[in-house]
């Protein structure tokens, strides 16, 4: 205990970070320390490119391209399945429905329902 004055605060049982006028109050209350001191530097965020549920990164960045690439790309795509047309001739795959009728095998129509 460094004075008489410190020894009658602890038998009283006083906060060191209480009394104005400690180093521990000081030092809990930002005081006295000027120097090196300013503004705080802020930390600018770092960008992290992430991909997006149902779109792979890959997919993102094509879409990011400039116009012009993309043209070029798209120009080069076109001349290769043009290329496949001429040299093998294009095999003709439907996109529709397999059956005829227009309704799943398993799945009952309600109007074939509502017929019978």
Same mark, same amino acid.
């Given at each position: 205990?460094? /004075?008489?004055?410190?020894?009658?605060?602890?038998?009283?049982? $006083?906060?060191? @970070?209480? %009394?104005?006028?400690?180093?521990?109050? #000081? #030092? %809990?209350?930002?005081? *006295? $320390?000027?120097?090196? /001191?300013?503004? $705080?530097? @802020? #930390?600018?965020? &770092?960008?992290?490119?992430?991909? +997006?549920?149902?779109?792979? +990164? =890959?997919? +993102?960045?094509?879409?990011?391209?400039?116009?012009?690439?993309? @043209?070029?790309?798209?120009?080069?795509? %076109?001349? =290769?399945?043009?290329? #496949? $047309?001429?040299? *093998?001739?294009?095999?003709?795959?439907?996109? *529709?429905?397999?059956?005829?009728? *227009? &309704?799943?095998?398993?799945?009952?129509?309600?109007? +074939?329902?509502?017929?019978?």
């Amino acid at each position: 205990i460094s /004075s008489a004055k410190c020894r009658c605060m602890i038998n009283q049982r $006083k906060k060191s @970070s209480k %009394l104005v006028w400690t180093q521990a109050w #000081r #030092r %809990l209350n930002k005081k *006295g $320390k000027d120097e090196g /001191s300013g503004r $705080k530097k @802020s #930390r600018r965020a &770092v960008k992290a490119q992430r991909a +997006i549920v149902g779109a792979s +990164i =890959e997919d +993102i960045k094509k879409r990011r391209q400039t116009p012009k690439a993309r @043209s070029i790309a798209t120009e080069a795509a %076109l001349k =290769e399945v043009k290329d #496949r $047309k001429k040299n *093998g001739g294009a095999k003709n795959y439907s996109t *529709g429905p397999k059956n005829k009728g *227009g &309704v799943a095998k398993n799945q009952k129509s309600s109007a +074939i329902s509502k017929a019978t």
